[in-house]
């Protein structure tokens, strides 16, 4: 008979927000050690299995991850959340089909199209990805994550107005975050609008991305 998840009791919850708390703040060993702690005593909590899973999945230890995942997702099928919790972790450490395999039944939802199109972009199929994500920016149109992959999607697929369109919505969604003008800039520069793409990349660089892409894009502008 397969187990039956069971919630956790109130002095364990809390044990599970500390341990979170310590994975939140880059404690990592300290949230494992909590993590493994926590799934002793709470074998068959859905919370447990996953906390492990994620703390051992930062910590590197993939082997670890892929089990923790499995068990919380054999302990709870067609949970959402876990579903998307372990396509996060297989799609980051690759191949991608285990991501888009698990993500296959779920009901539909902005998060679950969100993760179903990176999967596929890094599964080298951009006319897919971009399918998938043009339904997740539907579904939610405020979901700056799904229109930055739905950018990258259009990228690839070598529609770059449409490209330059989607990364104009992430910056007007999340105008502090870099990753979105350093995106918009690099396009405005593949399309010839110097000027635009320079303002771009000087505001990512002025919201603190100090990569060697960005330096080396700001020295294509310039140069």
Known sequence: MAPTARPLSPPQARRFAAAMEHLRAGRRQQAL??????WRDAPDALDARQ??????????????????FKAALA???????????????????GPPDAALGVLENLPESAPVRLQQGLAALEAGDPARARAVLERAVQLDPNA????????????????????QAAARRVVALAPTRSAGWFNLGTLL?????????????QRAQALGDASPE?????????H
Request: aromatic content about 4%; overall charge negative.
């Open 33 to 38: 050690d909590d993590a493994r702690a926590l």
């Open 51 to 68: 906390l492990l899973a994620m703390c051992l999945a930062e910590a590197g230890d993939v082997d670890g991850a892929d089990a923790a």
């Open 75 to 93: 302990l709870a099928p067609g949970n959402a959340q876990v579903a998307l919790n372990a396509a996060t972790w297989w799609r980051r450490r």
């Open 144 to 163: 700056t994550a799904a229109w930055h992959g739905l950018t990258n999607a259009l990228r690839a697929a070598g529609d770059l107005d449409a490209a």
């Open 189 to 201: 520069r593949e399309a010839g609008r110097v000027e635009e793409a320079l303002q771009a990349l």
């Open 214 to 222: 960005l330096r080396d894009a700001l020295h294509g502008v310039l």
